[in-house]
T-cell receptor, first 110, second 115 residues
Framework: KQEVTQIPAALSVPEGENLVLNCSFTDSAIYNLQWFRQDPGKGLTSLLLIQSSQREQTSGRLNASLDKSSGRSTLYIAASQPGDSATYLCAVKAGNMLTFGGGTRLMVKP | NAGVMQNPRHLVRRRGQEARLRCSPMKGHSHVYWYRQLPEEGLKFMVYLQKENIIDESGMPKERFSAEFPKEGPSILRIQQVVRGDSAAYFC?????????????FGEGSRLTVL
């Protein structure tokens, strides 16, 4: 059974810092890995999708890496802004479903 | 191209009533997934459907819950005789192809409160 763990569970940083969110998964037989953002009371916004054959993806200030053999992914956020405050979710796809981690709650202070 | 549309956004039911949640996938998407997010918990897979077919319902509770995705119209998640423990956010996602291809796009969710 796939299990996805995200560390840290919560993070508070001052504006402008570069930060790294970590995700680990137990079964490396995945199709892809997605990073999402969820604002309180809202839906999920897809940030980055990494196919199992890829090592990383970049979008703006975001960079996600994938090491399938070790079961790890990181989401790097450069020059963080207060508007980045949200919960960040990592999810791996295998079989018919996405399996989600518990999320990292990020607070970026002005 | 409108995103995944879910309605209602908020639904209040009393114990024992029925709840019906609707999901219209993105245009051109024929694969629909339902996920549930219980308070202070992560998202859990419930069911995966294609048009007129339930492909995987391994995450659905055995009783009171059912889902359909008819040839015409939205996908429906139906919860009969709701209990307080059903209070949660229910998210629908869609994709243009089968699970081993591409990303999932999520709706804004339907938040069910059972009194």
């Amino acid at each position: 059974k796939q299990e996805v763990t995200q560390i840290p569970a919560a993070l508070s940083v001052p504006e402008g810092e570069n930060l790294v969110l970590n995700c680990s998964f137990t079964d490396s037989a995945i199709y892809n890995l997605q990073w999402f953002r969820q604002d309180p009371g809202k839906g999920l916004t897809s940030l980055l999708l990494i196919q199992s054959s890829q090592r990383e993806q970049t979008s703006g200030r975001l960079n996600a890496s994938l090491d399938k053999s070790s079961g790890r992914s990181t989401l790097y956020i450069a020059a963080s802004q207060p508007g980045d405050s949200a919960t960040y979710l990592c999810a791996v796809k295998a079989g018919n479903m996405l399996t989600f981690g518990g999320g990292t709650r990020l607070m970026v202070k002005p | 191209n409108a995103g995944v549309m879910q309605n209602p956004r908020h639904l209040v039911r009393r114990r024992g009533q029925e709840a019906r949640l609707r999901c219209s996938p993105m245009k051109g998407h024929s694969h629909v997934y339902w996920y549930r997010q219980l308070p202070e918990e992560g998202l859990k897979f419930m069911v995966y459907l294609q048009k007129e077919n339930i492909i995987d319902e391994s995450g659905m509770p055995k009783e009171r819950f059912s889902a359909e995705f008819p040839k015409e119209g939205p996908s429906i998640l139906r919860i009969q005789q709701v209990v307080r423990g059903d209070s949660a956010a229910y998210f629908c996602a869609s994709s243009p192809g089968p699970p081993n291809t591409g990303e999932l796009f999520f709706g804004e969710g339907s938040r069910l409160t059972v009194l």
